[in-house]
């Protein structure tokens, strides 16, 4: 390690065992290597100092700092001031860093000179997989080099320190200093937002941040009193760094704690004993004396409600509401007509009628009685295509005489689909309409290619009240590339729009591959595409600054045809490129034609059955993606779902193994609320001929879990984990698999759903 490395990396621990050794790793394999890792002992009482010292003695260029125990922001002040690298960074020891972060976060400051540099974050855990932040989704949806939070307000929604560079000399001369308080992330991270001379946001994620199946860390243990305390700590700096900003940095930090501090709050008196109530109002009425009433006039009837009932000081009100909300009740929740003014609406929350808040701040606009959808199923069958969903007006209840109808817009005019009204059905505590609608192949046919892409609309007429949105609720387990049909040389598929809405889209004249073959442990391609292409090669995405790679292609003119076959060896694809993903360690590559006129798309329809070759400890899958391109992904000899049935007596999975990941056991997991405890369902296992089995009788997941282990127990939902005998973890599934998703069946006890949790395979149990 040089004198002086450019990178000083700060990693505080405490208590972290389970997670540190993967978060080390993380750090240590970076692309960027001129950097110093200071880890930051404060007082750990497990086996955390063992992980932290095997890394001392592999790696010269960690380190280890002792401190008695004062939690993360002193951890982290004494981590800063150990530092000697020109520039500095925070990692949490329970997160992880993409190889790349460092390096493509350095090159970036270095080249604008700006004094932070922030990226993107994903969250993750066993359960879940990965998932896009929330927190960062606003700030970092493009990137923008050399700005300031004042150009862009969004970056206040950015709380945290972990997904930063640092200039070194910027932070000393600014003399920034963590509190001795959790939530210490907040008032740092807004001083150093508006100290920067200028900022560099990336929309690239650099950081993955742990979500705990246990809630253990410090922002989910969010209804403790301590907790609490220093959350309003946190707030009144933030309130004091706001006011000094001014003008629309602090509107939208008021909107902002409106939205998170206010709602965490409030539903404590859920769960806070009687003897720490008026504790608890004392520290409402520090955050709300400080909160700008016109930033909870932005926000939803029921925050208002709950703010109203806080500045009074109800408590009993308060926990009436944050039961109520915690139930689910806020969207199902009926209107009242005002008995003296029958014109006005309001909401049957708790506490209308008491007369301890004002009548006024139940009242409900009729901009507030917006459509809810949900799509449930996305099938092409012969001929049709078809849709199954729900659809109400929020707050008003369901009436046989409501008017429902479907619809595609185009950008050239609109098509209605046939609609059939079903059953009308509950969901989330309140009765919707179910439908199905159908939309013939002929109808998209005939549509010039201008028109696409097209998105359905829903509407429904309620007596005098009618309401027209685009088609959403395609969540977690909705079909959401469920495939397509060849209209002549185009594919045309469902899809998910920008904004949510299910849509229709048409690839134009994409090249199409017929099957994919390994020959000596080599991929054959083999594929069409329209018109007469004497030369083509198999083109590889790689990001920037990476550049593409070529394979060529033999080429065979057929009529008004040419057929092309590609050769690709496993390392081609890679081409020594690090994972993208350090929590699966995978990447994926998709893949174009190369001709001499143009680049188009591979469209492999017919690629349901994965194919793959191993290299030493890692996997290269050729497949089909969600969408259908064709693409490429290398990962680690992992276990992975190809295959699931289900009906009322047994639910099985099922998939290929290779040595070294062969299933141990394999179990249905259901994590109980706040705690890495669990309830398992082992699965009967078969292992052979390079393939694996695992079933389980559906009544062992309805009856298993006692309903109070569960925080809602009308669902419970259950995740398929496996044992390899060096790893638990759980189970992904193919992309392919999640277009024949969701499964469903009736039992004369529970509903059964299997869905995806991104990539993960889950069963939802709804008695």
């Known amino acids: 390690m040089a004198v002086k490395p450019r990178l000083s990396v700060v990693v505080p621990f405490f208590r972290v065992e389970d997670y540190i050794g993967a978060c080390l790793e993380s750090v240590r394999r970076q692309t960027f290597t001129d950097l110093e890792v200071v880890m930051v002992d404060d007082g750990s009482t497990d086996g955390s100092r063992a992980i932290a010292d095997d890394f001392v003695a592999r790696d010269p260029r960690f380190r280890i700092v002792e401190k008695q125990n004062e939690g993360i922001g002193p951890a982290r002040n004494t981590g800063a001031a150990n530092a000697i690298g020109e520039f500095m960074t925070f990692v949490d020891s329970d997160d992880l860093v993409p190889w790349t972060a460092f390096e493509k976060m350095l090159d970036v400051i270095e080249s604008t ?9 994903r969250r993750f855990n066993r359960s879940g997989g990965v998932r896009p932040s929330w927190a960062h989704r606003i700030p970092f949806q493009r990137t923008q080099l050399a ?22 000399s910027f932070w000393e001369s600014h003399d920034f200093t963590f509190p001795s308080i959790r939530y210490e992330d907040y008032p740092i991270a807004l001083l150093v937002q508006l100290e920067a001379l200028t900022v560099d946001v990336l929309s690239d994620p650099v950081y993955y941040w742990r979500e705990r199946e246990s809630g253990d860390s410090i922002t989910q243990q969010t209804f403790q009193p301590d907790n609490l305390a220093d959350r309003v700590t946190s707030a009144e700096m933030v309130f004091e760094i706001a006011d000094r900003a001014g003008g629309e940095v602090r509107r939208e930090i008021h909107r902002h704690l409106a939205e998170i501090d206010l709602t965490a709050l409030v539903q404590a008196f859920e769960v806070v004993p009687d003897h720490e109530v008026d504790a608890l109002v ?21 925050d208002r409600v709950q703010f109203a009932a806080l500045r009074s000081g109800d408590a009993s009100l308060l926990r009436e509401l944050a039961t109520f909300r915690s139930a689910g009740q806020v969207e199902v929740g009926r209107l009242h007509r005002n008995t003296t003014k029958p014109w006005v609406l309001e909401a049957a929350f708790p506490g209308r009628t008491s007369g301890r808040i004002p009548r006024s701040t139940y009242r409900i606009p009729r901009s507030s009685l917006t459509l809810s959808s949900t799509v449930d199923e996305v099938r092409w069958t012969d001929s049709h295509l078809v849709v199954r969903g729900t659809a109400h007006i929020r707050h008003l209840d369901v009436s046989r005489h409501d008017r429902l109808s479907l619809s595609l817009v185009t950008r050239t005019g609109r098509i209605g689909l046939d609609v059939t009204r079903l059953e009308v059905v509950t969901r989330g505590g309140r009765e919707v309409h179910a439908f199905e609608a159908t939309l013939p192949y002929s109808a998209l046919e005939a549509l010039p290619v201008v028109a696409f892409p097209a998105a359905f609309q829903v509407r429904l007429q309620h007596q005098y009240l009618g309401r027209a949105l685009p088609l959403r609720g395609l969540g977690e387990g909705s079909p959401r590339w469920p495939g397509g049909f060849w209209s002549g040389n185009n594919w045309i598929q469902t899809g998910v729009r920008h904004d949510g809405a299910l849509s229709v889209v048409l690839r134009e004249h994409p090249a199409r591959v017929d099957e994919v073959t390994v020959d000596d442990d080599v991929f054959v391609i083999r594929g069409r595409v329209a018109g007469l292409v004497p030369t083509a090669s198999l083109q590889i995405v790689r990001p920037a600054p990476l550049s593409d790679t070529l394979v060529p292609a033999v080429c065979t003119t057929e009529e008004d045809w040419t057929t092309f076959t590609v050769r690709l060896r496993p390392e081609e694809i890679s081409r020594g490129e690090v994972p993208a993903d350090p929590y699966t360690l995978a990447t994926v590559w998709f893949m174009r ?14 690629g349901y059955e994965d194919v793959s070759v191993r290299v030493g400890a890692e996997v290269y899958t050729m497949g089909a993606s969600s969408q259908k391109w064709l693409s490429a992904t290398k990962e680690p000899v992992r276990v992975r779902v190809h295959d699931i049935t289900l009906d009322a007596e047994r639910l099985v999975c099922s998939g290929p193994w290779w040595p070294g990941a062969t299933p141990m056991t394999m179990s249905w997991r ?53 044992d390899t005998g060096t790893s638990d973890e759980a189970v992904d599934m193919r992309p392919r698999v999640s277009t024949h998703l969701p499964l469903g069946v009736r039992t004369a006890a529970a509903e059964l759903s299997v869905v995806t949790v991104r990539n993960t395979v889950h069963v939802r149990v709804r008695r």
């Open 282 to 302: 004392a520290l409402g009425h520090r955050f709300v004396d400080r909160l700008d009433p016109v930033a909870v006039e932005q926000r939803p009837r029921f």
């Open 113 to 121: 000179g700006s004094s932070l540099v922030a990226g993107n974050a």
């Open 670 to 722: 259901h994590f109980l609320p706040n705690s890495d405890a669990h309830v398992d369902v082992p699965c009967e296992l078969e292992v052979g001929d390079g393939h694996w089995t695992a079933s389980v009788p559906t009544h062992e997941l309805v009856d298993r879990v006692a309903v109070d282990d569960v925080a809602h127990p009308s669902e419970v939902d259950w995740s398929l984990f496996v």
């Open 147 to 168: 700005t300031h939070i004042t150009a862009s307000p969004s970056l206040v929604l950015d709380r945290m320190v972990w997904n930063k560079i640092y200039r070194r």
């Open 593 to 606: 034609l190369s001709t001499p006129d143009e680049e188009m798309a591979i469209v492999w329809p017919g």
